[in-house]
């Protein structure tokens, strides 16, 4: 059962919004800029194909925002759930794999003086973190790592802010 809270979210199907996101497109035109080598070639080769492996591919190399990182988070989310909609230990892994790559590109932003852009793609990482915290086994010790590292790095971006102004 959701938080009180969580029950004014809007529930959409996420690898549609992934697919309909363009994320992928900008993924392989950010591929083009690379010399071509047999390991960009690889590369390509496994975004078409692979569909886990490129979340985090794409997190890393494409410009992120509140909304693209949204976006991916919830898809990979979706990915990874079993056929009950449970998330396993495994897949938790392999979430905050991808929530690291996330905050690398907020802190990016930060350390850039975007401190809204590094908010917002924090706050976006919290707000599905929290709501996919009930479908998992552990009791969300993974998820709680997430959650307190993004913590840190929205504390780390309000204070970096209050020192730029």
Excluded: W
Excluded at 138 to 143: C, L
Aim: hydrophobic residues 40%.
């Amino acid at each position: 059962m959701a938080s009180e809270k969580m029950r004014y979210f809007k529930t959409y199907p996420a690898r549609d919004a992934f697919t309909k996101s363009g994320l992928r497109t900008l993924l392989l035109h950010q591929l083009e800029e690379f010399p071509r080598s047999e390991l960009a070639g690889m590369v390509r080769i496994m975004t078409i194909a692979e569909m886990t492996g490129n979340y985090k591919l794409i997190a890393q190399l494409v410009p992120m925002n509140g909304q693209r990182s949204g976006i991916l988070l919830a898809a990979l989310i979706e990915e990874v759930k079993d056929k009950q909609g449970v998330i396993s230990e495994a897949s938790e892994t392999i979430i905050s794999q991808l929530t690291d790559a996330l905050y690398s590109a907020a802190q990016s932003l930060c350390d850039q003086q975007s401190y809204k852009e590094a908010a917002t793609i924090v706050s976006f990482i919290l707000t599905i973190i929290e709501r996919e915290m009930q479908y998992v086994y552990d009791e969300g010790f993974t998820f709680q790592c997430i959650e307190e590292e993004g913590t840190r790095l929205l504390a780390n971006i309000a204070s970096k802010s209050q020192e730029g102004q």
